[in-house]
């Protein structure tokens, strides 16, 4: 849709000219100040065109009006663009209870196939306490973990003690480079680095918590944006045009100014939209792209 609204805003910006220029020249064939001359003739050898002024300055006016009102361009004042986390950079397998399992594994400890079950229900009614600590004390979250590590290691029959050799391991685990549950798409590092010597600033805006940027970090990816927003520690996720504001302002633009990429398109598409910015899917299993959607985020380089 973006290359058909160039199209048009090409084709309205030669008739405004058109019309502006036939306006301008009223007068050269004696007409009235404050006419229009009935008809615009060009007669050549073989070719032939009669048109109304007055309706080539209507249809001008239209194109502009629609151009304005509706149609797909990426502006040209665009500064900033934002992109989603989990699916969208990085391909995610993440789950607690898993995660936690494959610890207990590294220490040695035979697990039990309810543990998960216990894990997940654990977390499920910690969960509300969670979001309240990211928000208001990120800088305890892990003390919070050992805490709740150790609740969990009692409802498992195991020793509190284990806790903090748990936690080691889940921190090695996590942030390793080579960890599967966090592996950075092929085409993620080389759009970054180019939009970057375009000069755009670029930042990342995800529902997650205190953790996202140990996890870009990790990931090599930390060094290209220049604001991460994650939602547990604001307080606000997305779809609330909230979290899209909020990340706008420490980056110095206007939503006109900025895009926003995700593969939710509610979360993403619709929430960036409803906070003013302009908006693309990311979804790599489809065989080519749409007006609204890419299948390889290296696509990007030519829609900006």
């Known amino acids: 849709m973006?290359?058909?609204?160039?199209?048009?805003?090409?084709?309205?910006?030669?008739?405004?000219?058109?019309?502006?220029?036939?306006?301008?020249l009223r007068d050269v064939k004696g007409l009235p100040l404050g006419r229009l001359p009935g008809d615009f003739s060009v007669e050549r050898e073989g070719f032939?065109?009669?048109?109304p002024i007055a309706t080539m300055l209507l249809i001008s006016i239209a194109l502009t009006l629609v151009l304005s009102l509706g149609v797909e361009v990426l502006p040209m004042s665009l500064r900033v663009i934002t992109f989603d986390c989990a699916n969208t950079l990085v391909e995610t397998?993440?789950?607690?209870?898993?995660?936690?399992?494959?610890?207990?594994?590294?220490?040695?400890?035979?697990?039990?196939?309810?543990?998960?079950?216990?894990?997940?229900?654990?977390?499920?009614r910690s969960w509300p306490e969670?979001?309240?600590?990211?928000?208001?004390?990120?800088?305890?979250?892990?003390?919070?973990?050992?805490?709740?590590?150790?609740?969990?290691?009692?409802?498992?029959?195991?020793?509190?003690?284990?806790?903090?050799s748990?936690?080691?391991?889940?921190?090695?685990?996590?942030?390793?480079?080579?960890?599967?549950?966090?592996?950075?798409y092929d085409d993620i590092v080389e759009t970054l680095t180019a939009l970057r010597e375009r000069g755009f600033r670029l930042g990342v805006i995800s529902n997650w918590d205190y953790s996202l940027g140990k996890v870009l970090e990790s990931r090599g990816l930390s060094e290209h944006f220049d604001v991460v927003t994650a939602s547990l520690v604001l307080g606000v996720e997305k779809p609330d045009p909230l979290i899209?504001?909020?990340?706008?302002?420490?980056?110095?633009?206007?939503?006109?100014e900025a895009l926003h990429i995700g593969?939710?398109?509610?979360?993403?598409?619709?929430?960036?939209?409803?906070?003013?910015?302009?908006?693309l899917l990311v979804?790599?299993?489809?065989?080519?792209?749409?007006?609204?959607?890419?299948h390889d985020m290296r696509e990007l380089l030519n829609r900006v």
């Not at 939710?264 to 906070?275: E, I, K, T, V, Y």
Request: proline letters at 5%; glycine letters at 6%; hydrophobic letters at 45%.
């Open 166 to 184: 748990l936690m080691e391991a889940s921190e090695d685990l996590l942030y390793r480079k080579d960890k599967v549950d966090f592996r950075v």
């Open 283 to 294: 979804d790599r299993s489809q065989p080519r792209s749409t007006d609204v959607m890419l």
């Open 130 to 164: 969670y979001r309240e600590m990211n928000q208001a004390r990120p800088n305890e979250a892990d003390a919070w973990w050992l805490e709740f590590t150790q609740v969990f290691l009692e409802l498992a029959g195991l020793s509190r003690d284990l806790a903090p």
């Open 2 to 24: 973006e290359h058909l609204g160039k199209t048009l805003v090409g084709a309205g910006l030669v008739l405004v000219l058109v019309g502006g220029t036939l306006w301008a």
């Open 244 to 256: 899209f504001q909020h990340t706008l302002e420490r980056l110095g633009a206007a939503p006109a």
């Open 93 to 124: 397998s993440w789950d607690y209870a898993d995660h936690a399992m494959d610890c207990l594994d590294r220490l040695g400890v035979a697990t039990d196939p309810e543990w998960p079950i216990v894990y997940r229900r654990l977390l499920m």
């Open 48 to 51: 032939s065109f009669h048109a």
């Open 263 to 279: 593969d939710n398109p509610l979360d993403d598409f619709h929430g960036a939209r409803s906070a003013g910015l302009r908006a």
